[in-house]
């Protein structure tokens, strides 16, 4: 029987690239050149060794492996990993790949190549390579510097960008030119899909992993990942994306699951396999006479890979605010281009855009610069001893002393960028989310509806989908709670200016998501649509039917996300604080400290609802009223004992001109020896097991406040602490709940068989 062709093939590409990488590993050199080197042996291009016949199907097999390569490397980025670079590797990677981009443009142009050979240059020549920087890290002992973390924060950065550049020069290659309005479009359209797919995908996937867990083993987790990779890849592209942002996208969602170690051990084999196939495909492409006549091209890309990308990743650094030192040892780390620039290019002629010459010359300058990247990094010192020498004191004094640490005491005030951080990732998240379900409605839904019903009832019914769809996002873009929003208000009064725009902005953004289905399926007169719009807004402000399905959902979203994180606090639950010290106690004289409470009614007081804070006793001339009701007035001389966390405290601090005392709630409980037994507040912290009869009820619904005289505090939920929860709020199996009461509250525990 003969062999297929493709099975004489890979025992020819794993039997050369074993031998390669053996040798390259014996000379401390990165296994991915040998695997360059295998490629080159076994093409047209190298004589004295068979050749590869099928190569079609070796082509098959790389774009597999950058399907591989791209879902590991998502693997390896989440949510979290990308809040944790800060500023330095955002302002590093930014400056870094913009620069580079024009810089490699302008180089091709200079070249005399053509302007999407230019575009492409550009593109590659941004991109570092995360995996020579690790191995010549590793061999030079270096990793836990400071200066490698920064590196390695940069590079996740760079990936992110690569993904966008991918996405972008796809759309440059099949307009055939550089619109801007195309461009804008398309990067719109991806950034909307993308944060769409990490919603669902963290919404669904953990939670389907969860309940399916008792079925998992190796074999079953492995195919299951593969499938999520896969699946994503022929989304995307359904969607007109690159396969490479699907693969990518799929390993990002699976990095926050509790599997993503497992995940990643058992496809590293696969990865191995895969991306061994693609480099030794790249070699393929290598053809040393082209290689001969582009030996100026390639000398020119080296030197500019290594000094003027080395210089712009240092003056991001340096720009970030760090020394000079960090600077140019982060800058010299970062000159070379790798396997990122490989899939560009690789990108580039599967679109048939890019002359094939400039991949050879990639591959070569790609080489060269794995070989310098280890040296460079040495030379870092010598090259600051000598910009020390050459730069004027005052500017070497300057750069020293401007670093991001002393600038954090320079920066303003912290609670505007907190609250600005909040407010625009919060309007962005919910504005997606009510986009997204507009767009899936009007593209897919309404053309469905209209092919079996009449245009008038289609266009009701899809108007009305999407309005009950979006209105628990409306609801809580518009009326959820801000602390920060607060005690900026309370703050100054300069802050009302900017805050009130800012809100106003928020109520614009909501209208127009608002009127925009109704402008694309009814086409009414503007402002007919912006009263509709308005009056919409008034309706979901007034009802609280939609907060209950909400916060179900946004509680499962949080918990997936954070399920890492909640698992390794799990297994070290002596870095945990529990809810009881994280809620503060306070106390207010009504006669000395705050005389217009005075005969009001704790309901009449606006300060509870507005700021958060809760009355949890009144000691009137030493009588003890626990847990009062709203109904109950403030007298002269009742001292009011009030909860609540301490940003809430610190607002009722400046709504009222006060400095108070605090103390945690777990010192409050423990600190009441000097009153009666009968008098003493309570606090427990109680499991909501399978067979209790809580679960599934609100916190309205149930007997803690009417029937057991608690007030219930709050939740954690898989250790997410959830702080005043709203009355419409469902209760779960394994919920963490924690009531304060009386000694009644014991008694109906007790009798409730939840003590």
């Not at 009441?672 to 009869?693: I, R």
Request: aromatic share 10%.
């Amino acid at each position: 029987m003969e062999i297929p062709k493709l099975i004489a093939d890979l025992a020819l590409m794993l039997i050369v690239a074993g031998i390669t990488t053996l040798l390259f590993k014996k000379i401390r050199q990165p296994v991915v050149l040998g695997y360059i080197i295998a490629g080159f042996l076994i093409s047209p291009y190298f004589s004295f060794l068979p050749t590869i016949q099928d190569f079609s199907s070796i082509h098959t097999w790389s774009e597999i492996g950058i399907i591989i390569l791209m879902f590991a490397l998502g693997l390896e980025f989440n949510l979290h990993k990308l809040a944790s670079v800060g500023n330095t590797a955002i302002i590093t990677a930014i400056t870094e790949v913009v620069s580079m981009l024009a810089v490699g443009f302008f180089c091709g142009y200079l070249l005399g190549w053509s302007t999407m050979d230019s575009i492409f240059l550009g593109g590659m020549l941004s991109m570092s390579s995360t995996t020579i920087i690790i191995k010549a890290f590793d061999d030079l002992k270096l990793r836990g510097k400071k200066f490698t973390e920064l590196v390695f924060g940069s590079l996740i950065v760079e990936d992110i960008a690569g993904i966008f550049m991918m996405v972008i020069l796809s759309t440059v290659a099949i307009s055939q030119n550089i619109s801007g309005g195309d461009l804008t479009f398309s990067l719109f359209k991806m950034i909307l899909y993308l944060v769409l797919w990490l919603i669902l995908g963290i919404y669904l996937l953990p939670t389907i992993l969860k309940k399916i867990k008792g079925l998992m083993n190796q074999e079953t987790l492995l195919i299951v990942a593969l499938g999520a990779c896969f699946g994503m890849v022929m989304l995307a592209n359904f969607l007109g994306f690159s396969t490479a942002l699907g693969a990518f996208l799929a390993g990002s969602l699976l990095a926050g699951t509790i599997h993503a170690e497992q995940i990643e051990e058992l496809t590293k084999p696969i990865r191995d396999l895969f991306g061994a196939v693609f480099f030794i495909s790249v070699g393929m492409m290598v053809d040393p006479k082209l290689v001969i006549e582009y030996a100026v091209p390639i000398l020119i890309i080296t030197l500019i890979t290594l000094i003027v990308k080395s210089f712009f990743s240092t003056l991001g650094v340096t720009l970030s605010g760090q020394s000079l030192r960090t600077s140019v040892r982060c800058g010299c780390s970062l000159a070379q281009i790798g396997e990122f620039s490989f899939i560009i290019a690789t990108l580039g002629i599967s679109l048939g855009v890019m002359s094939g010459f400039i991949y050879p010359i990639i591959v070569s300058v790609s080489v060269i610069t794995t070989i310098t990247t280890p040296y460079f990094i040495r030379s870092s010192d010598w090259i600051i001893r000598l910009l020390e020498k050459i730069l004027p004191n005052k500017w070497i004094h300057y750069l020293n002393r401007h670093t991001a640490e002393d600038q954090t005491e320079e920066e303003q005030d912290s609670q505007w960028r907190q609250f600005i951080k909040g407010f625009f990732s919060s309007l962005a998240l919910h504005s997606f989310i009510i986009l997204g379900i507009v767009i899936i409605v009007i593209t897919w839904i309404w053309p469905l509806l209209q092919q079996h019903l009449g245009q008038g009832v289609s266009a009701a019914l899809s108007l009305i989908l999407i309005y009950v769809a979006i209105s628990p996002f409306i609801h809580q873009s518009l009326w959820r709670k801000n602390q920060v929003f607060l005690s900026l208000w309370l703050k100054r009064k300069s802050n009302h200016l900017p805050l009130m725009a800012l809100v106003f902005l928020r109520f614009a953004c909501i209208i127009i998501l608002i009127i925009t289905p109704m402008q694309v399926i009814l086409d009414l007169h503007i402002w007919i649509s912006m009263i509709i719009a308005i009056a919409a807004v008034i309706v979901f402000a007034r009802s609280d039917r939609m907060i209950g399905p909400y916060l179900k959902m946004e509680a499962r979203f949080l918990s997936n996300l954070n399920e890492r994180q909640l698992v390794e606090k799990k297994q070290n639950s002596s870095d945990h604080h529990w809810l009881d010290e994280q809620y503060y106690v306070t106390t207010i004289l009504c006669d000395r400290e705050i005389p217009d409470l005075v005969h009001k009614s704790l309901k009449e007081w606006s300060a509870p609802n507005r700021l958060g804070i809760r009355v949890i006793k009144i000691l009137r001339h030493n009588k003890h009223i626990n847990i009062p009701k709203a109904t109950e007035t403030i007298r002269v001389g009742d001292e009011l004992h009030i909860i609540g966390t301490l940003q809430q405290l610190e607002n009722l601090e400046a709504a009222h001109d006060l400095k108070l005392p605090k103390i945690t709630l777990h010192q409050y409980i423990n600190d009441q020896d000097h009153y009666a037994e009968k008098d003493q507040l309570l606090c427990y912290a109680l499991t909501v097991d399978h067979d209790c009869n809580l679960i599934g009820s609100s916190i309205k619904d149930s007997p803690i406040k009417n029937q057991w005289e608690g007030l219930l505090l709050g939740v954690e939920r898989d250790l997410l602490p959830i702080f005043s929860p709203n009355l419409n709020f469902r209760l779960q199996e394994n919920d963490l709940i924690w009531i304060l009461g009386t000694q009644k509250l014991t008694g109906c525990l007790a009798k409730a068989e939840l003590i």
